[in-house]
C-alpha cells in the first residue's frame, strides 16, 4: 500500500497550489479520501474529505470557499486545489484513504509554506 503526496512547495499568500496524492495497493475506489495537515505547533486538522465515488465532499470552515478536494478512480488520484491560501495554511499536508473509523493508511506527506 502506498500514499504518495507532491505538489508542495513554497507560494506567495492570495496565490494557488495543487497537491495530488498518488494511491496504489489497495481497492482505491473503495475508500474515502481525505487530506489533512497539521501546522507547527498545531494539532492535526482535517482539511477536506471526499467519499469513495465524489459525489459528496466537506471541507473544515477554515478552508471552507478556498479549497476544493477532487479525486480520478480511474487513475487513483486525489487533489487538493487551494486557492486564496493565507499564511496560516502553512502545515505539512498528508492524504489518508478510510476504509471505515480505524482502518485507514497514510501518505507521507508533503511540505506547504504560505510567505512573501
Known amino acids: 500500500v502506498q500514499l504518495v503526496e507532491s505538489g508542495g512547495g513554497l507560494v506567495q499568500p492570495g496565490g494557488s497550489l495543487r497537491l495530488s496524492c498518488a494511491a496504489s495497493?489497495?481497492?482505491?475506489?473503495?475508500?474515502?479520501m481525505k487530506w489533512y495537515r497539521q501546522g507547527p505547533g498545531k494539532e492535526r486538522e482535517l482539511v477536506a474529505a471526499?467519499?469513495?465515488?465524489?459525489?459528496?465532499?466537506n471541507y473544515a470552515d477554515s478552508v471552507k470557499g478556498r479549497f476544493t478536494i477532487s479525486r480520478d478512480n480511474g487513475q487513483n488520484t486525489v487533489s487538493l486545489q487551494m486557492n486564496s491560501v493565507k499564511p496560516e495554511d502553512t502545515a505539512v499536508y498528508r492524504c489518508n484513504a478510510e476504509r471505515r473509523p480505524g482502518f485507514s493508511f497514510w501518505g507521507q506527506g508533503t511540505q506547504v509554506i504560505v510567505s512573501s
Open positions: 471526499i467519499n469513495s465515488v465524489g459525489g459528496s465532499a
Open positions: 495497493g489497495f481497492t482505491f475506489s473503495s475508500y474515502a
